[in-house]
C-alpha cells in the first residue's frame, strides 16, 4: 500500500490535474485534510518541481488566494482510443496537451484473433518513437468497444486472449501499468471530469458513432451497472424493421441510428440517382464517407441534411426512453458524430417533444460535447489519473518522475 505521504500528494496531483488550477483552501477541502498539512505538502511538491505558482485567483472579494498548477512535463499518459475500425493512440501532458502527433492505425477488432498482439506492437511502437524518457509515462489507459470488465481486465468482445488478462498480457510487453475500460464509459468519465457535464449529478453522454453508445452518471458517479456492461443504448429494440444488427438481434436502435447506417443510406442514395455533392461516395472507406457527409450537411446538401435529421430523430426516440426512465438534467451528444453539431439538436428535440411526457422533459438540457472526437483520447488519459491516487505496488514500478516516490 502506499504510504500516507505519497498517498496524500498524488491527490494533490490527481485534484490539480482534474481541476487545472486549485488554492491551497481548495485542495484542504477536496482532499478533508487540514489547511497547515496542505500547505506543507505543496510546498515540498514546489520543491521537487512538480507543482509551480500560478499566481492569485480572481477576486471574489477579499483577499486573492495563491493558485497551483502542475508541471506540464511532470509526467505523461499514454492514451488509447478504439472503435471497431480505427485505433488513436496519444501522448498526453499534466494539462491534457497533446505531445507530438495523434497516431491513427488501421485495427478492425471483428474477427481478428491477432487485434491483442497488433494493438501491443502499435503500442510498443508508438512510446519507442516518442520524443520523452519511457520511464516518464505513468500509465496507458485504453477505451475499447465491447463488454469490458475492468476489475478483471479482459474484453469479453475483442481483443481475446488464450493466457492471462489482456491488461497483463500489454503490461508485460511494454513495461508499464495499463488501465482499460469501455468506450463509451470514458466519453462519459472525459465530460463528467474535464468537459460539458462537470458540473451536473445525472447526465447521459451519447457517443454517436459506428454504434450509439451511453455514458451514465447517476448522482455524480458513472454508473456501471451489477457486471459493468449498462449502458448499452444501441441495442434497444426500438424497431420493427427486420434489419439484423451487430450483436446479432434485429430491430436494435443502431439499424437505424449508427454513422455505418447513414454512409449505407448515402451511397443507395446516390446508386437511385439522387441530387446531391455526394456524387462518388463508396463503402471503401466508412470513415472517410461519414466525415464527407457530414461535411455536406454542414455545407447545406439537402439530400445529407435529411439523412441527419432521420437519424437524429431515431436517436431522439431513443433518448426519450432514457429521460423518462432516468430524468437527466442533461443529454451530451459526443463522439465521432457531434463533429455535425447543430444538425443533431433540432431532430432530437422534435422527437422529445412528441414521444416525452413534456412535465418530465422540461428540464433537460442537451448540449454537444466541447470535445467532440477527442472525447475518448481524453477519457483514456483521465481513466489513468482518475486511478493514480490508489495505484498498487505492482503498479508503483514505474519510477523516475517526481510524483512517484
Same mark, same amino acid.
Given at each position: 500500500m502506499l504510504n500516507k505521504q505519497t498517498g496524500y500528494k498524488r491527490s494533490i496531483v490527481k485534484h490539480l490535474y482534474f481541476a487545472g488550477e486549485?488554492?491551497?483552501?481548495d485542495l484542504s477541502a477536496l482532499t478533508q485534510k487540514s489547511v497547515p498539512l496542505t500547505t506543507r505538502v505543496l510546498n515540498e511538491l514546489i520543491a521537487e518541481g512538480a507543482v509551480i505558482e500560478k499566481g492569485y485567483a480572481h477576486s471574489t472579494g477579499g483577499r486573492r488566494p495563491q493558485v497551483y498548477s502542475l508541471k506540464p512535463d511532470l509526467m505523461y499518459v499514454v492514451s488509447v482510443a478504439m472503435d471497431q475500425l480505427i485505433t488513436r493512440i496519444a501522448l498526453l501532458d499534466m494539462h491534457n496537451n497533446y505531445v507530438g502527433e495523434v497516431e491513427r492505425v488501421e485495427l478492425p477488432l471483428g474477427d481478428n484473433t491477432e487485434a491483442l498482439q497488433q494493438l501491443t506492437h502499435h503500442i510498443a511502437d508508438f512510446i519507442e518513437r516518442a520524443a520523452i524518457p519511457k520511464d516518464s509515462i505513468i500509465g496507458i489507459g485504453i477505451g475499447m468497444p465491447g463488454f469490458v470488465d475492468v476489475t478483471k481486465g479482459i474484453n469479453y468482445s475483442f481483443l481475446k486472449t488464450d493466457q492471462g488478462s489482456l491488461v497483463s498480457n500489454i503490461e508485460a510487453a511494454i513495461g508499464i501499468p495499463v488501465l482499460i475500460d469501455n468506450d463509451s464509459s470514458l466519453v462519459a468519465l472525459a465530460e463528467q471530469k474535464l468537459g460539458t457535464?462537470?458540473?451536473?449529478?445525472?447526465?447521459?453522454?451519447?457517443?454517436?458513432?459506428?454504434?450509439?453508445?451511453? /455514458?451514465?452518471?447517476?448522482?455524480?458517479? =458513472? %454508473?456501471?451497472?451489477?457486471?459493468?456492461?449498462?449502458?448499452?443504448?444501441?441495442? $434497444?429494440?426500438?424497431?420493427?424493421?427486420?434489419?439484423?444488427?451487430?450483436?446479432?438481434?434485429s430491430g436494435c436502435l443502431e439499424?437505424?441510428?449508427?454513422?455505418?447506417?447513414?454512409?449505407?443510406?448515402?451511397?443507395?442514395?446516390?446508386q437511385e440517382g439522387k441530387l446531391s455533392m455526394l456524387q462518388g461516395l463508396s463503402l471503401d472507406n466508412v470513415e472517410e464517407a461519414s466525415n464527407t457527409i457530414m461535411d455536406a450537411a454542414?455545407? /447545406?446538401?439537402?439530400?445529407?441534411?435529411? =439523412? %441527419?435529421?432521420?437519424?437524429a430523430y431515431n436517436i431522439g426516440r431513443g433518448v426519450? $426512453?432514457?429521460?423518462?426512465?432516468?430524468?437527466?438534467?442533461?443529454?451530451?451528444?459526443s463522439g465521432r458524430g457531434s463533429l455535425a453539431g447543430r444538425l443533431w439538436l433540432a431532430p432530437i428535440q422534435q422527437a422529445i417533444n412528441e414521444h416525452c411526457i413534456p412535465k418530465i422533459a422540461e428540464n433537460t438540457e442537451i448540449k454537444i460535447s466541447s470535445f467532440g472526437y477527442q472525447a475518448e483520447v481524453i477519457g483514456a488519459a483521465a481513466l489513468v489519473m482518475e486511478h493514480y491516487d490508489t495505484w498498487s505496488p505492482m503498479q508503483d514500478k514505474v519510477k523516475g518522475n517526481l510524483a512517484v516516490p
Open positions: 486549485l488554492s491551497c483552501a457535464a462537470s458540473d451536473k449529478q445525472n447526465v447521459m453522454v451519447l457517443s454517436i458513432g459506428w454504434g450509439i453508445g451511453l /455514458g451514465m452518471i447517476l448522482n455524480g458517479a =458513472l %454508473f456501471r451497472g451489477h457486471n459493468g456492461f449498462a449502458g448499452e443504448f444501441s441495442h $434497444i429494440p426500438l424497431f420493427t424493421n427486420n434489419k439484423m444488427c451487430s450483436c446479432g438481434k439499424t437505424e441510428t449508427s454513422l455505418l447506417v447513414v454512409v449505407e443510406k448515402a451511397v443507395r442514395g446516390m454542414l455545407k /447545406g446538401d439537402r439530400f445529407a441534411v435529411d =439523412l %441527419f435529421h432521420e437519424t426519450a $426512453i432514457l429521460i423518462h426512465l432516468l430524468n437527466p438534467e442533461l443529454i451530451v451528444l
